[in-house]
């Protein structure tokens, strides 16, 4: 019987018939030659050493030796003194190219929601990572529970108690992996308790829409005046959620006034409701004082949600989300099920980051970096889009512009992308159907001159749109 070693190298494949008439180092060749020549093995790619493919599939090393130095002549493998042997170019196969980069985008995007990503403070980040590697104990690299380590929860809850204006307890805050599953886990634990509807603000990210439609529940749109919600819609409504964006309105940008705040919370309280605050963009205010959160006026009915991903860096992927006393449990048992907590280094990280002062220190050296970009962005349109009228300036990171009368924003979408610049509209987050013609333009990620270029491209796409718009630029700018 054919007795065949299977024992795989390196996913080479190697398997060796011991009781055949063929020498072992043969067949390792004409295996390792085979996988060269149909592209299995790329150009390259690194083999191991001979010692170590002699031991894994049970030969001398002599053999591997013998085999890889006939590949060699042969012009199938390179090798150095002191390197890895490699497998070289040959005959019909092309080297492995660079994979062009995936979704490399136009040439200049307005897209929103953006940080600078080359502002992340590594250093003080890294002095934070080494001092928890450390220090930490060995108990919190083991399994967690859903709310989170306790480190990170106590400085969150002291953080946003001193700087949005919130009554967070740290039995209350959960770390969650962002704003997004925060969402998730909230509208998950109600439509178990029998929510049938969630209002929404109109217009709105898809997020939650998404979300509802995942656990069956009805979404109901909320229209958005310049200061936010109408009280009068969510009285209609007959939700069990409302989700709102109070302190920077997403995307028009508005703040939601103490009376109409106030009505929210006798509407929550009344009907047995609860409210998602969503603190987008809070933390950066340009030419207003700072507004605090819902969550301070109405513990018992908001839940407030955070992240690190408009005020550090996305790819961090935490957040918190601070929940009435009486879902905490709920809610932290849903985040064990769904990844059995955030990762513990990040969270330690993150807790000294901020007791050390590090993110208060990072927002004070950022808000004018944003604060410039902005008023470069105001400048230049108002100098070649005079007909473009912004709204929601004085904090975040986009403003909205409305089109004059006449221009519809898909076309001039069209045509900015035919001058090389990306740009969203506001139409795709309505729900209620059309409504006024408008444009999202974020510039949190590009440079002062970038966006000027970014405008002028823009101008010149609209311009190439023909009379429509030097008619309605007209009417705009009167």
Known sequence: MSMVNSTLAHDLLVELDRTGATPLHRQIETVLRDGIRTGRLRHGASLPSSRRLATEIGVSRGVVVEAYNQLLAEGYLTSTPGSYTRV?????????????PQGAGPYIDFGYGRIDPASFPRAAWLRSLR?????????????LDGYGLPELRTAVADYLNR????????????????????????????AGRGARRIAVEDPSTDDI???????????????????????????????????????????????????TRTEVVRWARARGALVLEDDYDAEYRYDRAPIGAMQGL??????????????????????????PAHLAAAVAEAKLLADRGSPAIEQLALADFLVRGELDRHLRR??????????????????????????????????VVWLPDGMGEDDVVAAAADHGVRVAGVGPYRLAGPGRQGLILGYGDLTEGRIAEGVEALAAAVRGLGGTYAEADDRGAA
């Open 131 to 143: 001092r928890v590697l450390t220090d930490a104990p060995h108990s919190r690299l083991n399994y």
């Open 366 to 399: 950022m808000r004018p970096v944003y604060r410039r970009r902005r008023d470069v962005l105001l400048a230049r349109l108002a100098e070649s889009l005079p007909g473009f009228r912004p709204t929601g300036v004085a904090a975040g990171l986009h403003l």
């Open 88 to 100: 070289a170019a040959v005959p019909g196969q092309a080297a492995a190219a660079t994979p062009p």
């Open 298 to 323: 109405a513990a018992d009915v908001v839940l407030y949600a955070g992240s690190l991903s408009k005020i550090l860096a996305p790819g961090l992927r935490l957040g918190w989300l601070v929940v």
């Open 163 to 190: 700087v949005r204006g919130t009554s967070a307890d740290p039995s209350q805050v959960l770390i969650t992996s962002g704003y997004g599953q925060a969402a998730a886990l909230v509208i998950s634990v109600l």
């Open 209 to 259: 829409r998404l979300l509802a439609g995942l656990h069956g529940l009805d979404v109901v749109p909320l229209p958005v005046t310049g200061e936010g919600i109408e009280p009068a819609a969510l009285e209609r409504a007959d939700a069990d959620l409302v989700v709102l964006t109070p302190s920077h309105q997403w995307p028009l940008g508005g703040v939601l006034p103490a009376r």
